[in-house]
């Protein structure tokens, strides 16, 4: 117990030194970006390089009341989707600074964030082969070209479960595996382009087979199906070069809930 009182009354000595900071003082905002660091990492599954830069005088600061928030960091997973490198800015944030500090930061708004994403091959291929983008192709037919083994009339299943994603200068370029008539598995390459097609979702551009030798035929049945991304994000930009898949937009990051606040 006597341990204990020592701690508390030491925390909260810290406390009342640093909202009694004069103005003009930086102190507070050394103090609360290794907080905000550590509060991040409870958010993701995993982050390396973690940085984060706060933004704003102290006398705003110690009541909650941050002008911007700036994070990198590198080999993200967050919801178990990996990212190469990742770039957020938050304006206009509201924090819980001052129980904060003792019991854990927490969100007492939503904050819409500009975000820059970069993805690798390896990142791509476990989204492709996420539950998430398995449930939005599940189901999915083509009608198979003759050239490629079909009668271009018969639809037949499409899976994408082991896509060893290249990512070109224009393009992408997957595994996939139809089911002919007779029954049995045949592999094939995917190539397409990709663009936003609105805030939350992608589209495939001029989706393709591709055969060994060269020849493609198109994959109507791919032109629009949509790539959802989540109400949380509104993607701007999305560019490719060898290598990485890159995205540009913002994403609305949740207030703690209620519950979790107490």
């Not at 103090?31 to 905000?36: E, I």
């Not at 409870?42 to 928030?69: F, H, K, Y």
């Not at 493609?216 to 490719?240: D, K, T």
């Amino acid at each position: 117990m006597r341990l204990r009182t020592v701690v508390l009354a030491t925390a909260s000595a810290l406390l009342l030194s640093v909202f009694s900071l004069p103005v003009q003082s930086q102190v507070f905002s050394n103090l609360l970006s290794p907080l905000l660091q550590a509060w991040i990492r409870t958010q993701v599954q995993q982050v390396q390089d973690l940085r984060v830069a706060v933004n704003g005088p102290d006398a705003e600061m110690v009541n909650g009341q941050i002008r911007s928030i700036e994070i990198s960091g590198r080999d993200i997973v967050y919801q178990g989707i990996p990212a190469r490198s990742l770039q957020m800015r938050g304006s206009d944030i509201r924090l819980n600074v001052r129980s904060g500090l003792i019991s854990g930061l927490r969100l007492e708004r939503p904050v819409r964030a500009d975000l820059a994403l970069s993805l690798s091959e390896q990142d791509v291929n476990t989204y492709l082969a996420s539950q998430t983008f398995q449930d939005q192709i599940r189901g999915l037919t083509i009608k198979l070209p003759a050239q490629f083994g079909g009668d271009g009339q018969t639809e037949i299943p499409m899976e994408i479960r082991d896509p060893h994603v290249r990512l070109l200068a224009d393009r992408l370029e997957a595994a996939a595996t139809v089911r002919l008539a007779s029954g049995e598995p045949a592999a094939l390459r995917l190539a397409s382009g990709i663009a936003v097609a609105s805030a939350h979702q992608l589209r495939l551009v001029d989706p393709r087979l591709v055969g060994q030798n060269g020849e493609s035929a198109p994959i109507e049945a791919l032109v629009n199906l949509p790539i959802q991304l989540g109400p949380e994000v509104e993607l701007r930009r999305i560019s490719l070069q060898p290598g990485l898949l890159n995205l540009e937009g913002t994403y609305l990051i949740q207030a703690t809930p209620v519950a979790a606040r107490r």
